[in-house]
């Protein structure tokens, strides 16, 4: 696992008797390693009028929890991107979910705010595409991006647990930011994951997938 320093001259630390918090006097640094962990970049997929992009491989037991970073994102319909999961290498996607979602935006007339539980945007035991964001503008600065977590997908005991958090230009126009969480409810390997918007195609954009080390 990557080591991480943090310069704490300006700190007051106690450690705990856990001793969970490591101080390294060598280098005036702070070990992280026992929280956090590096990034292992598995796949790269660039989108070009592309109707769906799926990540068939890399997605199995070598990590706990794997990302997939969102870089402009745009579509060709104002839609929302949505995901969905595979137990069978991405032959068929329907994997059943349970998921959650609340969300804020502010437009650019700043003449609307908000901040709510998105209900209607909730699965309970549906197998359908989970939606990653709201409407994204079609204009040709509207995008989004963001980052989705999928933690320990290769288990065969735990249904696979996952979050995320995109912000995207929505059509007031404005600044959405949107949050998700839930779970693929079932103890099969999940080991494909396909994205893509609720209509038309993804015209442009990056997704990056990592393992967490």
């Given at each position: 696992m990557a080591l991480s320093k943090v310069n704490f001259n300006s700190m007051n630390v106690t450690p705990a008797a856990s001793k969970a918090i490591k101080f390294n006097s060598s280098n005036n640094g702070l070990e992280t390693g026992d929280i956090g962990g590096s990034l292992v970049?598995?796949?790269?997929?660039?989108?070009?009028?592309?109707?769906?992009?799926?990540?068939?491989?890399?997605?199995?037991?070598?990590?706990?929890?794997?990302?997939?970073?969102?870089?402009?994102?745009?579509?060709?319909e104002e839609t929302q991107f949505e995901f969905q999961g595979s137990t069978n290498g991405g032959s068929s996607y329907g994997v059943t979910m349970t998921s959650t979602t609340f969300s804020t935006q502010h437009d650019e007339g700043d003449s609307s705010t908000s901040?709510?539980?998105?209900?209607?945007?909730?699965?309970?035991?549906?197998?359908?595409?989970?939606?990653?964001?709201?409407?994204?503008?079609?204009?040709?600065?509207?995008?989004?991006?963001g980052i989705l977590h999928l933690f320990e997908p290769s288990s065969t005991t735990f249904v696979k647990h996952w979050i995320s958090n995109f912000n995207f230009m929505n059509t007031d126009p404005g600044t959405q930011n949107v949050y998700h969480a839930g779970y693929f409810n079932t103890t099969s390997a999940v080991n494909a994951i396909q994205f893509k918007f609720g209509s038309g195609n993804i015209d442009a954009g990056t997704i990056k997938l990592y393992g967490v080390s």
């Open positions: 970049l598995l796949a790269t997929q660039t989108a070009s009028s592309s109707s769906t992009i799926s990540f068939t491989s890399g997605i199995d037991s070598t990590y706990k929890e794997y990302q997939f970073h969102f870089t402009d994102i745009h579509p060709s901040l709510n539980y998105a209900g209607g945007r909730d699965y309970a035991q549906q197998t359908g595409f989970q939606a990653l964001t709201h409407s994204v503008k079609i204009d040709n600065d509207g995008s989004t991006g």
